[in-house]
């Protein structure tokens, strides 16, 4: 079998229509196909680790308050003050990890505030220029980790803590309670933070493994050069405690968006002394604005066919920064086993579509946003052997939500639909497939492209293309998954997908699609996009002709014989 080369398949994607017609009208038989796929399930890139579908939320506007945490007296459904639909639709689509407690607020806050008795708890002025009452805190947040059965991730403050603020939650949350070896001629003893937590209401620990070593700390968490991090990085983990088999796995700060130089100089700081500090985890930061030349603007629902495009045409250069954050991470950083983590990514617009007054930085979802995440999940999988995890931000009532939520009003978005329709590719091993469709121009590009993740200070090549068609392919067993996004606004693609030395017992799948790409979900119609069935062609041997309609998300799963 013939490998396809990377150089190939992006040629190939970069091809116009007639192009692609002709060097494929062997293939197309009697009918007539606008694009191909090609999979080859021979070809592995690794398994897809399923954190990549993580998620993320931070005491910010609704998220927490009134999103996740309506309180024990509510009349609203709730476990132990956790709002049960949240539960419920975390649930649904096995989250498998959920980093708190911020974001920007993790950087000034003291976790001890969040201890105890409700009342006896400090009322802080916070980040976001809030007032926090600290009525949920860390005994709240593995509350709701452990309802929904999903992994804890926690960004520690090294900007206004100590070093021994770090060890000493690290302490609290996993040392076990009762007698530990003192390993040394000391007698046997309980750990004093373990018991506070006992007391507190958790005798089991809370074996927090996935630590955040700061965030953002070339902003929020505390304006420092790379070289200034890297050395705070190597003084608050140079001891951490740790009680299980498996050791702590540390995220260090990584760029903002596509900063290049935080990489280089970030790691290069790192090894300076000389010793070789394994990092599992690099942190990066992506987000799309609404607008090509303003960070956090753009309107989420009033936007026309040329934003459409710029948007999703910015949003794929998510590909570009794993690619070259990636690369220099393990070569030039020395960490061979480096994973990358998207920990903050999504589509940013501004005011106009909140929700409410104080539920700052909610915004409204719409199929625009689905095929944005439908192209991110692709590229993540497409890069199964870099990405270990990825938090969209925020999962609930925030930049790029799966659920929006207002007292006792509740209603899904079309990017909770995505998670869903994914969730076949989690630890499943992904494959090699080749697209090749016409790309679309970006009418907007005309400019250098801002893409840093949080504001807009850097600068790149403007994304002057988005791929007429783009996705991923996956293996389980007999069990091959395709998704594949069509973001052109009115042309459906007929497409060829051959299945490379396989044989096609059966096929099944689901398009997400709505009538017009503003189409969204709102409190008075929570189901005006959803998913549904999507019919189509027999296969024939490893060949299926399907048309995937315009503006849509498709999962394709095939039984392989
Ligand atoms: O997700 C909103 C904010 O974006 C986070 O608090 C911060 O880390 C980022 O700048």
């Not at 229509?17 to 060097?23: C, E, L, M, Q, R």
């Not at 620990?205 to 902003?219: A, T």
């Not at 199964?384 to 207002?406: P, Y």
């Not at 497939?433 to 090549?461: Q, R």
Request: a neutral charge; aromatic letters at 8%.
């Amino acid at each position: 079998m013939k490998p396809i080369s990377r150089r190939r398949f992006l040629q190939d994607a970069a091809l116009a229509a007639s192009s692609v017609t002709i060097a494929h009208a062997a293939l197309a038989q009697s009918t007539s196909v606008d694009a191909h796929i090609d999979i080859a399930p021979a070809e592995t890139i690794g398994t897809i680790a399923p954190e990549i579908y993580s998620h993320f939320i931070e005491q910010l506007g609704g998220v927490v308050y009134d999103g996740v945490w309506v309180g024990e007296k509510s009349k609203i459904p709730n476990h132990k003050g956790i709002r049960q639909d949240f539960i419920n639709a975390m649930k649904e689509i096995e989250a498998p990890v959920l980093r708190w407690p911020g974001g920007c607020f993790a950087d000034s806050y003291d976790w001890r505030d969040g201890l105890g008795p409700a009342d006896k708890r400090p009322n802080r002025t916070a980040f976001w220029g809030q007032q926090e009452s600290n009525r949920y805190g860390l005994h709240e947040f593995i509350e709701t980790c452990r309802a929904i059965g999903c992994k804890p991730y926690l960004a520690a403050d090294i900007r206004s803590q100590e070093a021994k603020d770090f060890y000493q939650l690290v302490e609290y949350c996993n040392a076990p309670s009762g007698n530990l070896p003192s390993n040394s001629a000391m007698p046997v003893a309980p750990d004093t933070l373990a018991a506070e937590r006992a007391a507190n209401g958790s005798p089991d620990p809370f074996n927090v493994q996935y630590w955040g070593v700061g965030n953002e700390s070339w902003g929020c968490g505390g304006n420092m050069t790379p070289e200034e991090y890297a050395a705070a990085f190597r003084r608050y983990t140079a001891w951490l405690p740790g009680y299980g088999k498996e050791p702590l796995k540390l995220v260090a700060v990584g760029p903002n968006g596509n900063d290049l130089d935080w990489t280089r100089r970030m790691f290069k700081a790192l090894s300076e002394k000389g010793e070789q500090r394994d990092v599992w985890g690099l942190s990066c930061h992506y987000y799309t604005s609404g607008s090509p030349s303003k960070f956090a603007q753009g309107d989420a629902l009033n936007f026309n066919e040329a934003d459409h495009y710029d948007l999703l045409a910015r949003g794929s250069v998510m590909e570009r920064i794993i690619t070259g954050h990636y690369a220099i991470a393990t070569a030039q950083g020395g960490q061979k086993q480096i994973k990358l983590v998207v920990d903050e990514w999504g589509a940013w617009y501004g005011k106009g579509t909140e929700i409410g007054p104080n539920y700052n930085l909610s915004q409204q979802s719409t199929m625009r946003d689905a095929l944005l995440t439908g192209i991110t999940l692709d590229i993540f999988q497409r890069h199964a052997d870099k990405v270990g995890m990825a938090n969209l931000a925020q999962t609930i009532n925030c930049i790029h939500s799966l659920m929006l939520a207002k007292e006792d009003k509740f209603t899904l978005t079309p990017t909770f639909h995505v998670f869903k329709m994914y969730m076949p590719h989690k630890g499943a091993t992904a494959i090699r497939a080749e697209f090749a469709a016409s790309s679309i121009v970006n009418p907007l590009a005309v400019g250098p492209n801002a893409i840093s993740g949080n504001d807009y200070s850097g600068s790149g090549d403007p994304e002057r293309k988005l791929a007429g068609l783009s996705g991923s392919a996956s293996i389980k067993g007999k069990e091959l998954t395709l998704t594949v996004v069509n973001p052109h606004l009115t042309q459906a693609q007929t497409t060829e997908i051959n299945i490379r030395s396989g044989s096609i017992t059966s096929v099944k799948g689901t398009v997400l699609a709505g009538k017009d790409v503003h189409d969204h979900n709102d409190f008075s119609n929570t189901n005006a996009v959803h998913p549904v069935a999507a019919t189509g062609n027999q296969p024939s041997g490893g060949r299926l002709i399907h048309t995937f309609p315009p503006a849509s998300v498709t999962t394709l799963q095939f039984t392989l014989s």
